[in-house]
């Protein structure tokens, strides 16, 4: 029998069946992890077979089969069989199909299918897209699934996304667990190319392989991760065993999951995890999609520029768990201070781009200031660490000594390529804007960082934040005083 619905969930079934009204026939539908997406895919697929409509639920690849299964046996669901060779649960009768992406390129689409639920939609194979856009399929609704619908060109597939409550809501309402991130360590990613919109595997792997950076990752986690089960998200293979050999030398038993490690053996290291036999997993790509692991500690040992992947890690440890408060993020790759809190991320429409621009973010909160004290991530504009306590005191700029005023120059963190760039784009908008002469903006640029201009795109241009007005007006106030004092 199927449980009652929390009141989101009702609410995206709702909104989920009024754009079906609307003669909607491709949406899809925004939830977080562990908000409860399949149940809502439950419930739709249980009103379908009802009227006796036959469903099939594509998952994203053939490991994800069994729990998917398990998943919908857990919401109610009977009557199920399984799209795979040799699957014991394979029978074409039964009203419900479960089937990976990877079987049905191979096999074809089944016949008499009149409901379609497509878990973890923003991953777009180019296959089903194709079916989804044919007109053989044309009027049969198909329901994407996910937590970050934000991928380009999801716009162009799927008509109308459905938001029935935020991360921050589910939060609030303690249906998601409270996080707090920590970011001890600041890799220099400025060497590191970008390759398809994200950082490049192999240079990435070299930078994070560093050994003070994961004697780093290890020393934090005995210092912060306070014996919690733990998943460490890492660049490559060889990355994760390095971590995962670290920890063990360190006399912390530590597991390993990679894309070739099999079903029996994952389960033995969930099992091993849930009974504290093992303190963490270093894995690679395997545990951001379909897992629900109790988790109290993420480790971010992998940088990355897509919104999509860093809010999906995060989410691993977002469940609510009991005897787990709260979840503790290491974030050792300055995912958080690149992008905020994932919580702050958020699109108001799905992207119609399929390349060069990306989607449209709203209601874009100020980046998190990380506590000099103790590396806890506070949101902006907070003075007192939450965490530790630390307010930090203004410090004045000048200081005395054998009479004469000299300036103190703050110590500052080595820029990376991308940063520079920024600045240089936003330098570029303000002297558009204020019609500054040409010369202006490498000057500036030069007052910043010490450099000219090199090895950036100097035509490139973009509306200036905060930190750059800043940064301007107080040098334009400095000029002004400077030939005021220089005239009398």
């Known amino acids: 029998m199927m449980r009652d619905p929390r009141e989101h969930q009702t609410k995206a079934v709702a909104l989920l069946r009024d754009g079906y009204r609307r003669g909607k026939r491709r949406l899809i539908l925004e939830l977080a992890t562990g908000a409860g997406k399949t149940f809502i895919a439950a419930i739709m697929i249980e009103a379908a077979r009802l009227k006796g409509i036959r469903c099939l639920f594509i998952v994203d690849a053939i490991s994800l089969i069994d729990q998917t299964v398990e998943a919908l046996y857990r919401e109610g669901l009977t009557g199920i069989g399984v799209i795979q060779a040799d699957h014991p649960m394979t029978d074409w009768s039964k009203p419900i199909q479960v089937a990976s992406v990877q079987t049905l390129r191979r096999r074809g689409m089944p016949a008499g299918i009149g409901l379609v639920i497509v878990d973890e939609a923003h991953c777009q194979d180019a296959w089903l897209t194709g079916i989804m856009q044919s007109g053989e399929w044309a009027d049969t609704p198909f329901i994407g699934l996910s937590a970050t619908p934000w991928a380009k060109g999801l716009g162009l597939t799927y008509e109308e996304k459905v938001t029935p409550i935020t991360m921050r809501e589910l939060i609030d309402l303690k249906l998601l667990s409270p996080f707090r991130v920590f970011a001890s360590a600041h890799p220099d990613l400025s060497g590191v190319k970008i390759d398809r919109g994200d950082y490049h595997e192999g240079q990435l792997a070299d930078v994070m392989s560093d050994?003070?950076?994961?004697?780093?990752?290890?020393?934090?986690?005995?210092?912060?991760?306070?014996?919690?089960?733990?998943?460490?998200?890492?660049?490559?293979?060889?990355?994760?065993?390095?971590?995962?050999?670290?920890?063990?030398?360190?006399?912390?038993?530590?597991?390993?999951?990679?894309?070739?490690?099999?079903?029996?053996?994952?389960?033995?290291?969930?099992?091993?995890?849930?009974?504290?036999?093992?303190?963490?997993?270093?894995?690679?790509?395997?545990?951001?999609?379909?897992?629900?692991?109790?988790?109290?500690?993420?480790?971010?040992?992998?940088?990355?520029?897509?919104?999509?992947?860093?809010?999906?890690?995060?989410?691993?440890?977002?469940?609510?768990?009991?005897?787990?408060?709260?979840?503790?993020?290491?974030?050792?790759?300055?995912?958080?201070?690149?992008?905020?809190?994932?919580?702050?991320?958020?699109?108001?429409?799905?992207?119609?781009?399929?390349?060069?621009?990306?989607?449209?973010?709203?209601?874009?909160?100020?980046?998190?200031?990380?506590?000099?004290?103790?590396?806890?991530?506070?949101?902006?504009?907070?003075?007192?660490?939450?965490?530790?306590?630390?307010?930090?005191?203004?410090?004045?700029?000048v200081e005395e000594a054998d009479g004469f005023l000299v300036e103190i120059t703050k110590t500052k963190k080595r820029a990376t390529l991308e940063e520079k760039q920024d600045w240089h784009a936003m330098l570029r908008s303000i002297q558009r804007g204020r019609n500054y002469a040409a010369g202006w903006v490498a000057n500036t640029y030069r007052k910043r960082f010490g450099v000219w201009p090199r090895g950036i795109d100097e035509s490139a241009s973009k509306p200036p934040s905060q930190e750059v007005l800043n940064f301007v007006r107080g040098h334009t106030i400095r000029y002004v005083k400077g030939r005021e004092k220089q005239a009398a």
């Open 211 to 397: 050994a003070k950076l994961i004697a780093d990752i290890v020393r934090t986690w005995k210092s912060l991760g306070d014996n919690r089960p733990t998943v460490a998200f890492c660049v490559d293979r060889a990355h994760a065993k390095k971590v995962k050999t670290r920890f063990i030398e360190a006399g912390i038993p530590w597991g390993y999951i990679d894309a070739y490690t099999d079903r029996t053996e994952r389960k033995l290291i969930r099992d091993q995890l849930d009974r504290g036999e093992i303190k963490g997993v270093a894995n690679v790509g395997c545990l951001t999609k379909g897992v629900d692991w109790a988790l109290g500690c993420i480790i971010l040992a992998r940088p990355t520029k897509s919104e999509m992947l860093f809010v999906q890690m995060v989410g691993r440890g977002l469940r609510v768990n009991d005897g787990i408060p709260d979840c503790v993020i290491l974030d050792h790759a300055d995912n958080t201070l690149r992008m905020g809190f994932p919580t702050d991320i958020r699109h108001e429409e799905l992207c119609k781009a399929e390349k060069g621009e990306r989607a449209k973010r709203v209601n874009e909160a100020p980046l998190p200031k990380e506590c000099s004290a103790c590396s806890y991530l506070k949101p902006a504009k907070v003075h007192q660490c939450p965490a530790c306590g630390f307010k930090p005191e203004k410090q004045s700029d």
